[in-house]
Antibody
Framework: QVQLVQSGAEVKKPGASVKVSCKAL????????IHWVRQAPGQGLEWVGM????????RYAQKLQGRVTVTRDTSTGTVFMELNSLTSEDTAVYYC??????????????WGQGTLVTVSS | QSVLTQPSSVSGAPGQRVTISCSGS?????????VHWYQHLPGAAPKVLIY???NRPSGVPGRFSGSRSGTSASLAISGLQAEDEADYYC???????????FGGGTKLTV
């Protein structure tokens, strides 16, 4: 069955970087886009960025452009999300999610379990 | 401030029907981008309830339905059950932002 398995919780200091992984299981890795979505404490869901595993095409939220990078390793079926210059506002649960549709505005049919990233001095 | 606007909370008694609205603009819903709805329970990952405006994935009860008109969309939940108590989010695409967008979320109390 389809599963997205994320790496564990992280605690980082302001100004540092964090890299979260998402391993895709149970389907052809290159056939579906993978997105990252985050939820800060007490806030709603926020789209972070996406990657097309076949070819590596990426798109990012304008708010995070320049600080976020999404990459993939096709040999292991894993997607990575790296966020730089962390501030307390980046404290959130980060989810990876599979895009079923594969076009602008598609929906997310499977989600990872979430990774808590805490930014604190 | 979310691009898609939802009420912060709605409530209803068991067995009743509630609707959750999602208001957008000509850059997203009004540009004919599909609207999708998710249910988010505390401590769990979001789950898709409605995709492409009014389609239910297998396993989602028929009590959940979606619609879209103009620059808005709505999620209706009939026969409310205690287990429906959760946060609900609409999602679409915004061509001005060139990205996927979510509503601010609506907390449903049963």
């Amino acid at each position: 069955q389809v599963q997205l398995v994320q790496s564990g919780a992280e605690v980082k200091k302001p100004g540092a970087s964090v890299k979260v992984s998402c391993k895709a299981l149970g389907y052809s890795f290159t056939s579906k886009y993978i997105h990252w979505v985050r939820q800060a404490p007490g806030q709603g869901l926020e789209w972070v960025g996406m990657i097309r595993p076949s070819g590596g095409y990426t798109r990012y939220a304008q708010k995070l452009q320049g600080r976020v990078t999404v990459t993939r390793d096709t040999s292991t079926g894993t997607v990575f999300m790296e966020l730089n210059s962390l501030t307390s506002e980046d404290t959130a649960v980060y989810y990876c999610a599979r895009d079923y549709s594969g076009y602008d505005g598609g929906y997310f049919d499977y989600w990872g379990q979430g990774t808590l990233v805490t930014v604190s001095s | 401030q979310s691009v898609l606007t939802q009420p912060s909370s709605v409530s209803g008694a068991p067995g009743q029907r509630v609707t959750i609205s999602c208001s957008g603009s000509s850059s997203n819903i009004g540009a004919s981008y599909a609207v999708h709805w998710y249910q988010h329970l505390p401590g769990a990952a979001p789950k898709v309830l409605i995709y492409d405006n009014n389609n239910r994935p297998s396993g989602v009860p028929g009590r959940f339905s979606g619609s879209r008109s103009g620059t808005s969309a709505s999620l209706a939940i009939s026969g409310l059950q205690a287990e429906d108590e959760a946060d609900y989010y609409c999602q679409s695409y915004d061509r001005g932002l060139s990205g996927w967008v979510f509503g601010g979320g609506t907390k449903l109390t049963v």
